[in-house]
């Protein structure tokens, strides 16, 4: 994690990074502020902070919050995407080694989450095959209801809790 900067610090103090302010990467990634300030709050980037207590993040996050955000809109959870990106330290410029142990974490993801899609692509084109086009009725998929018993929603679209941990 990043340390708050102290009284007087400035850019100047951290050679070879340069600070920016959050609507800077804001505007430079596409991430909302509000987005930064909850990626922050759950750990997956830090800051630094001023004497006048604004936030100012190293130019080398741009990369991790470029990846964030990739992986956001492809419906990765975040939680998936910390673990993934725990390798790439935030406090200092990463090196190549990181990034490809990053890249390690990353693959698993994706390879779980491609997984997921071709179940779901293949129990999708078994109940459209089946005909009876109910889910409640089908015999096949759900006899007598019984995903209505483990709660509500798509039950067959959400994977096990125990499932998310065992791709990585």
Not at 29 to 57: F, K, W
Not at 157 to 168: F, I, K, N, V
């Amino acid at each position: 994690m990043l340390h708050t900067a102290e009284s007087g610090d400035s850019e100047k103090d951290f050679p070879g990074r340069e600070l920016l302010s959050i609507g800077q990467v804001s505007e430079r990634t596409g991430v909302a502020r509000s987005a930064l300030h909850y990626y922050e709050d759950i750990g997956l980037i830090a800051s630094m902070r001023t004497a006048g207590n604004q936030r100012r993040y190293p130019r080398h996050l741009l990369r991790r919050i470029s990846l964030i955000s990739v992986g956001s809109k492809l419906g990765i959870p975040l939680s998936d995407i910390k673990r993934a990106l725990a390798p790439v330290p935030m406090g200092k410029i990463p090196e190549e080694r990181d990034w490809l142990r990053a890249t390690e974490e990353w693959k698993k993801v994706l390879e779980a989450r491609r997984r997921a899609i071709e179940e779901l692509e293949d129990r999708l084109m078994g109940c459209i095959g089946c005909g009876c086009l109910s889910m409640q009725a089908c015999s096949l998929l759900n006899p007598e209801d019984q995903l209505a018993r483990e709660g509500v929603g798509a039950r067959r679209l959400e994977a096990p809790a125990d499932a998310g941990e065992q791709s990585m």
